[in-house]
C-alpha cells in the first residue's frame, strides 16, 4: 500500500511539474528582429501621393479653387479645383477619390459631369447623376505621370451650382484624393 | 491488383493486432474481439514510437508485423473466438447482418471520400509515412491524439487509404460482435443479437466505421474496456489487468472526449481490487502519456489544441479555442432541444444514429438488472462529454451501452426485442433513410462495388464525389513536391503529398492569413495611427496598455519611439513582451507594415504591448500604427520610471489616418513566402479574390492553374 501511495505521489508530482511547465503566464521576452526594409508611406507634415482633408497639412496639396477650410474631414470645391501630389516611381497606379454631391445641389444642377486632368492631359470623365457619398477610381496610363516628382490632378465639375442670394459657385465636397495601388 | 493490396493492408494489421492481442490476454480472454482491441492498442503505441524515433517504413511494419504474428502463431495463442452461439431465427439475422456487411464491405473498399478522413485523418497519416515519422504540427488536427490513425498508417502503408477505412471497419465488426459476445455471456443473447443489430446498422455507424474516422474505433475500444472489466471482476485474472490500462489509455490516445475511461478503469479496478490499480494505471499511462508528451515537446501544451488559456503556447489562440469550442457546442442549432430529433432522425449534426435511439429511456428498464446498472454506467462514461461536441457521431461511443440497456429492457415480452431490431434495420438501410433523414445527412448511398474492387477507376470516383478532388490534382501537377501551399479552405490533404496550411487550423496560419487581408481588405489595412504624448523624459521602459472589455480583438502593426520628430532606433538590448501571446511581439517592431502583433483574445483590461530599453531612454511620443478594424479598444501608455514603477505618461492617444502604404501587396507577398508558403490556393469565394486575380503584377504572384472554383498562384 505504501509503495503504491509513493507512486501515486510521484505520478502527481510529474504530472504537476509537466502541467506548470506549460502553465506559465510570465511573459516571454525577445529582443527587436531585422530591421525590413520600410514601405513607402508619405511622412506626417510632408507632400505625399494621398490627400485626406483630415490632415492637418491638407494645404500642402491645393493648388487652386478648394474651399480654405472646413470641418474637418471634408471641403467644397469650386469651378477648376487643382491639386498636387508627389508621386514615387510605381509601377502601376490608380487615381482615387472619396467626394459627395448633395442631393439639394444636384437637383439645382442636374447631372454633373467630373472631368479628370493630371498634368494637364485628360484622364476620365465620370457622369455624377445621383447624389449622396461617392468614390471614383481609374487606373492612370504611366506616361501621364512624372515619378518622384510633383504631378497636377484637376478635377473640374460641370455644372456648379450657384447661389442665387450671393452668387456663390460650388462644385462638389471632397473628402480624400490621391494615387493608389 | 490494388484490390488485393488494399485487403492485404486491412488484414495485416487486423491479423498483427489479434496477433498481440492473444500474445497480452493467453487463456484470460479467448473472444477475438477483445484480442483484436486490446492487441490494437499496443499496435497503436509501437506504431507511435516508430514514428517518434523517423522509423515509419513500410518495410519496418512489415517484418514487426511478421514477427509478431510468427511468435503469436508459435506460442500457440490462435486468433481467439468469433462467432457461435447465434439464437433463432439464424437465417433472419443472417440476412440482416449480411446486407449490411455488404454494404459496408464496398464502402470501406471504395476510394475514401469521407469529410474528415480525406481533408486530416489520412492526410496526416499520409504525411507520416512519406516524412517516416512526426514533425511539428502545423495544423490544430495533428495536435489530437492520433491513437486510430496509427493503425491507419500501419494499413496504409501497405494498401493507401481504403485500406486504414477496411480497418476502422474491422472495429465496427469488433464491436458488433462483443455487444453479442457480453451479452450471450450474460444470458442475454437475444438482446444482445438485436442490439449488435441495431448498432451495426445505425447509418452514422455505418458511414463513420467504413471511412477513415475514428468514433467507431473509439466506440469499439470503450466497449472492450467495459467488456474487459467485466470479465476481470468474474475471473480476478491478473493478466487482464494490463489489458484494461492498455484500453483505456487506448481510448485517451484515440479521442481526448474519452478520458473518462482512464477514470472508470481506474476507478472501477479500484473499488474491487485496490493492489489492481497499478498495472491498470501504469499501463493506460503507457499508451496515453506519449501523445502529452509529444504535445508538449513539439507544441508546448501536452493538451493541444485545447486548454490555451491554461497552458499558453503559440500554437493555438485562446480565441480559437473559445471560437471552436462554442461552434462545436452548438452546430447551426437554435437550441440543445433540437438535438434529439436531429442525431436520431433528420441527420444535419454529421449524420443521424437512427430513429431506434428515441427508444433510449426504455433502457431504464434494464437498471433493475446488474448488467443494465453496468451498461448505463459505462453510457454514462462514454456519454458525458457529449455536449462539448454535439455531432451525432461523438454518440457512437456511448450508443452501444444504450442499445443494449434498451434491448435487455426490451426483453420482457418475447419476440420483441427482436422484432424492433429488424424494424431498426429495415428503417436504416439507405433507401429508407432517404425517406426521412435531411437530404444532407451524412449516410451510405449506395453499394459501390465496381470502385471498391477498383474495376471502374478511382479517378472517376473521386473526382464525382469528393469535393475540391480536383483542387488537389491540381496542386500535384503545378507545385514541386516540398511546396507548401496555403488555403483559406480546407482541402483533401489525403490525396495531396504537398504541405496545405489551412488558415484556421493554427495561430500561424490565422495569422498568415491576417497579413494576406492586410492588403486586401480596407479595414486590415495599417492605416491608423496612434499618437501617446508625454513630457519629454527619461524612460527605462514603455508599454501601450489596453483598458477595455469586450468581444472585439487588437493589433498592433508598429510600435515606434520617438524624440521630438526623430525615431529612436531599435537595438538589440530591448526587450519587447506583449500580454497576451508574446510570441508575435516582435512582428510590431521589425520596421514592417505588412506584420503585426496579435492579441489572440478578446478585449480585457491590462493587456500590453511593451519594450524595456534596458537602459535609460528619452522619449517624447509613442505611435502605434494600426489597422483600423479595433474600434472598441482603449489605450494609454505607461512608462517604467528609475524606480522599477509604471506610471501612465499619456491616458488616451490622437488617433489619426495615413494613406494606405504603397507596395504593401507586395510586402505581404514577401512576408508570406519569409513564413514558408510558396503558393496561395485561392477559391472563387474567397474575400479579396478577384484583387488577387487581377492584380497578380502588385503582388508578386504568377497564377500557374486553375480548377473548376480555385485558382493557385505562386509567389514570385
Request: with cysteine; net charge positive; proline share 6%.
Amino acid at each position: 500500500m505504501t509503495r503504491a501511495r509513493n507512486l501515486g505521489i510521484a505520478a502527481g508530482a510529474l504530472c504537476a511539474a509537466w502541467l506548470s511547465a506549460g502553465c506559465s503566464r510570465e511573459a516571454e521576452s525577445f529582443t527587436p528582429p531585422v530591421q525590413k526594409a520600410a514601405l513607402l508611406v508619405p511622412k506626417a507634415g510632408e507632400l505625399g501621393y494621398f490627400l485626406t482633408m483630415a490632415d492637418p497639412h491638407a494645404d500642402a496639396y491645393i493648388v487652386q479653387d478648394v474651399a480654405p477650410s472646413g470641418p474637418g474631414t471634408w471641403r467644397w470645391v469650386y469651378d477648376h479645383p487643382v491639386l498636387q501630389f508627389l508621386v514615387p516611381a510605381v509601377p502601376r497606379l490608380k487615381f482615387v477619390m472619396d467626394f459627395s454631391l448633395p442631393e439639394r445641389t444636384l437637383r439645382e444642377t442636374g447631372p454633373v459631369t467630373l472631368t479628370f486632368s493630371i498634368n494637364g492631359r485628360l484622364l476620365d470623365r465620370l457622369r455624377c447623376e445621383q447624389g449622396g457619398e461617392l468614390h471614383y477610381a481609374h487606373d492612370v496610363p504611366p506616361d501621364m505621370l512624372r515619378a518622384n516628382a510633383i504631378n497636377r490632378v484637376a478635377v473640374d465639375p460641370n455644372p456648379v451650382w450657384v447661389s442665387k442670394a450671393d452668387g456663390g459657385r460650388l462644385g462638389f465636397i471632397l473628402s480624400r484624393a490621391g494615387f493608389t495601388e | 491488383m490494388q484490390a488485393l493490396a488494399i485487403f492485404f493492408g486491412a488484414l495485416f494489421t487486423c491479423a498483427v493486432s489479434l496477433a498481440i492481442g492473444g500474445l497480452l490476454l493467453r487463456d484470460a480472454c479467448r473472444d477475438a474481439g477483445v484480442r483484436f482491441v486490446a492487441g490494437a492498442a499496443v499496435l497503436s503505441l509501437l506504431v507511435f514510437l516508430l514514428c517518434a524515433a523517423g522509423l515509419a517504413y513500410p518495410v519496418i511494419f512489415a517484418v514487426a508485423g511478421l514477427a509478431a504474428v510468427a511468435i503469436a502463431l508459435r506460442r500457440g495463442g490462435g486468433w481467439g473466438t468469433f462467432g457461435g452461439g447465434i439464437p433463432a431465427p439464424r437465417w433472419l439475422w443472417g440476412i440482416a447482418f449480411g446486407a449490411f456487411a455488404v454494404l459496408y464491405l464496398s464502402n470501406a473498399m471504395a476510394p475514401e471520400i469521407s469529410p474528415d478522413g480525406s481533408a486530416y485523418h489520412l492526410g496526416l497519416v499520409g504525411r507520416y509515412l512519406r516524412e517516416h515519422g512526426f514533425s511539428r504540427p502545423e495544423s490544430l488536427y495533428a495536435a489530437l491524439p492520433g491513437g486510430v490513425e496509427m493503425l491507419f498508417l500501419w494499413a496504409y502503408a501497405f494498401g493507401r487509404h481504403s485500406a486504414a477505412a477496411l480497418t476502422h471497419f474491422a472495429f465496427l465488426l469488433a464491436l458488433a460482435w462483443q455487444i453479442f459476445a457480453y451479452a450471450r455471456g450474460r444470458g442475454f443473447a437475444v438482446a444482445g443479437m438485436a442490439a449488435a443489430l441495431i448498432v451495426f446498422a445505425s447509418p452514422v455507424i455505418g458511414i463513420d466505421g467504413t471511412s477513415a474516422y475514428n468514433d467507431v474505433a473509439l466506440s469499439a475500444i470503450g466497449f472492450t474496456l467495459f467488456h474487459l472489466l467485466q470479465i476481470w471482476d468474474e475471473s480476478r485474472d491478473p493478466r487482464l489487468l494490463w489489458a484494461i490500462g492498455l484500453t483505456a489509455g487506448f481510448a485517451f490516445a484515440a479521442k481526448y472526449t474519452a478520458w473518462p475511461a482512464l477514470v472508470y478503469a481506474v476507478g472501477f479496478v479500484l473499488v474491487k481490487q485496490r493492489k489492481a490499480v497499478i498495472p491498470v494505471a501504469g499501463s493506460a499511462a503507457l499508451l496515453a502519456g506519449p501523445w502529452l508528451l509529444k504535445n508538449w515537446i513539439y507544441v508546448h501544451n501536452p493538451l493541444a489544441p485545447f486548454y490555451n488559456q491554461l497552458i499558453s503556447n503559440s500554437f493555438v489562440t485562446v480565441d480559437f479555442e473559445e471560437t471552436y469550442r462554442r461552434l462545436m457546442a452548438l452546430y447551426h442549432l437554435k437550441s440543445r432541444w433540437e438535438i434529439p430529433m436531429q442525431v436520431t432522425v433528420h441527420g444535419t449534426l454529421s449524420g443521424l444514429l437512427g430513429p431506434f435511439f428515441l427508444l433510449a429511456p426504455l433502457g431504464l428498464l434494464a437498471l433493475r438488472k446488474r448488467e443494465g446498472r453496468q451498461l448505463w454506467l459505462a453510457a454514462l462514461v462514454f456519454g458525458v462529454n457529449y455536449f462539448s461536441n454535439i455531432a451525432a457521431r461523438f454518440l457512437i461511443p456511448p450508443a452501444p451501452f444504450v442499445a443494449l440497456a434498451v434491448t435487455i429492457g426490451l426483453s420482457a415480452v418475447p419476440h420483441l426485442a427482436v422484432a424492433v431490431a429488424m424494424i431498426t434495420a429495415v428503417l436504416s438501410w439507405p433507401a429508407m433513410v432517404s425517406r426521412y433523414a435531411d437530404p444532407a445527412a451524412w449516410r451510405l448511398a449506395r453499394i459501390p462495388w465496381h470502385e471498391a474492387l477498383r474495376l471502374w477507376p478511382e479517378e472517376r470516383y473521386l473526382d464525382r464525389y469528393l469535393t475540391y478532388y480536383d483542387v488537389d490534382r491540381m496542386i500535384e501537377a503545378k507545385t514541386e513536391p516540398d511546396a507548401t501551399v496555403f488555403s483559406f479552405v480546407p482541402v483533401p490533404e489525403a490525396y495531396t503529398s504537398r504541405r496545405v496550411r489551412v488558415e484556421y487550423q493554427s495561430a500561424a496560419n490565422q495569422i498568415a492569413g491576417k497579413i494576406l487581408w492586410t492588403a486586401l481588405a480596407p479595414e486590415f489595412v495599417p492605416t491608423w495611427r496612434l499618437r501617446f504624448r508625454f513630457p519629454e523624459q527619461a524612460v527605462r521602459g514603455l508599454r501601450v496598455v489596453q483598458t477595455a472589455s469586450g468581444g472585439d480583438f487588437w493589433s498592433a502593426g508598429e510600435f515606434r519611439v520617438y524624440r521630438g520628430d526623430l525615431e529612436i532606433p531599435r537595438t538589440p538590448v530591448w526587450r519587447l513582451t506583449a500580454r497576451p501571446y508574446p510570441w508575435g511581439v516582435q512582428d510590431a517592431f521589425d520596421n514592417s507594415l505588412a506584420t503585426f502583433w496579435i492579441c489572440g483574445e478578446k478585449l480585457k483590461p491590462g493587456q500590453f504591448v511593451q519594450v524595456d530599453f534596458h537602459e535609460e531612454a528619452v522619449a517624447d511620443s509613442v505611435e502605434l500604427e494600426a489597422a483600423p478594424n479595433q474600434w472598441a479598444g482603449r489605450w494609454k501608455l505607461e512608462g517604467l520610471d528609475a524606480g522599477g514603477k509604471w506610471r501612465v505618461l499619456s491616458p488616451a492617444p490622437v488617433a489619426s489616418d495615413a494613406p494606405r502604404p504603397l507596395g504593401l501587396r507586395r510586402a505581404v507577398t514577401q512576408e508570406l513566402k519569409r513564413r514558408g508558403i510558396d503558393y496561395l490556393l485561392v477559391f472563387d469565394t474567397d474575400n479579396g479574390a478577384d484583387d488577387l486575380r487581377l492584380n497578380t503584377d502588385l503582388w508578386g504572384l504568377r497564377a500557374v492553374g486553375s480548377a473548376k472554383q480555385a485558382r493557385l498562384y505562386r509567389l514570385e
